[in-house]
T-cell receptor, first 114, second 115 residues
Framework: NAGVTQTPKFRILKIGQSMTLQCAQD?????MYWYRQDPGMGLKLIYY???????DKGEVPNGYNVSRSTTEDFPLRLELAAPSQTSVYFC?????????????FGPGTRLTVL | AQKVTQAQTEISVVEKEDVTLDCVYE???????LFWYKQPPSGELVFLIR??????QNEISGRYSWNFQKSTSSFKFTITASQVVDSAVYFC????????????FGKGTRLHILP
């Protein structure tokens, strides 16, 4: 099992550009999550999904969009990149509800917006 | 409100010393889960432990131990005989069962183990 994979590992964007951060898991997990981690801070939840076709906002959803067309994939879309979106983005998955199962994290995508 | 506080921003200890990382949480729910995650310099997040609110037994795993005290809303993490490889940022996190599966992370404690 590859676990949770994320691409790309690094990316530099110009203000106003768009991009999609890819996330895939091969553990057949129902729940998937996107977090951002700013320097010296903990993780903040952007969006999450409890199954294919179902997504919901987390703590900091503005400026992002997600979709979940399959169980395996949970891409995160930035439409108009802004410097405030410079961060490290982590995707995670869990088999079931967060509390009863650990979350498995991907290696992260480091995004810089200039 | 759901909240996790890790008051220690950064700690440095000499190798082989014991070190305790503090975590204090706030929740209105009676059913919740607490977690500790490790983030080494390589950047990935590694799950260490999960506790539910009904299990206050202390847990030991090798050099790691955890002390959960519901009365003081505290979930401490102790590393015994620390090693350089323990250098990392450690995050405490809270998930309330009735909160749509959202997990709230503390800001983390950066631990430096000096050789």
């Amino acid at each position: 099992n590859a676990g949770v994979t994320q691409t790309p590992k690094f990316r530099i964007l110009k203000i106003g550009q768009s991009m999609t951060l890819q996330c895939a898991q091969d553990m057949n997990h129902n729940y998937m999550y996107w977090y951002r981690q700013d320097p010296g801070m903990g993780l903040k939840l952007i969006y999450y999904s409890v199954g294919a076709g179902i997504t919901d906002k987390g703590e900091v959803p503005n400026g992002y969009n997600v979709s979940r067309s399959t169980t395996e994939d949970f891409p995160l879309r930035l439409e108009l990149a802004a410097p405030s979106q410079t961060s490290v983005y982590f995707c995670a998955s869990s088999r079931d509800r967060t509390g009863s199962n650990e979350q498995f994290f991907g290696p992260g995508t480091r995004l810089t917006v200039l | 409100a759901q909240k996790v506080t890790q008051a220690q921003t950064e700690i440095s200890v000499v190798e082989k010393e014991d070190v305790t990382l503090d975590c204090v949480y706030e929740t209105r729910d009676t059913t919740y889960y607490l977690f500790w995650y490790k983030q080494p310099p390589s950047g990935e997040l590694v799950f260490l432990i999960r506790r539910n609110s009904f299990d206050e037994q202390n847990e030991i795993s090798g050099r790691y131990s955890w002390n959960f005290q519901k009365s003081t809303s505290s979930f401490k993490f102790t590393i015994t005989a620390s090693q350089v490889v323990d250098s990392a940022v450690y995050f405490c996190a809270l998930s309330e069962v009735n909160r749509d599966d959202k997990i709230i992370f503390g800001k983390g404690t950066r631990l430096h183990i000096l050789p």
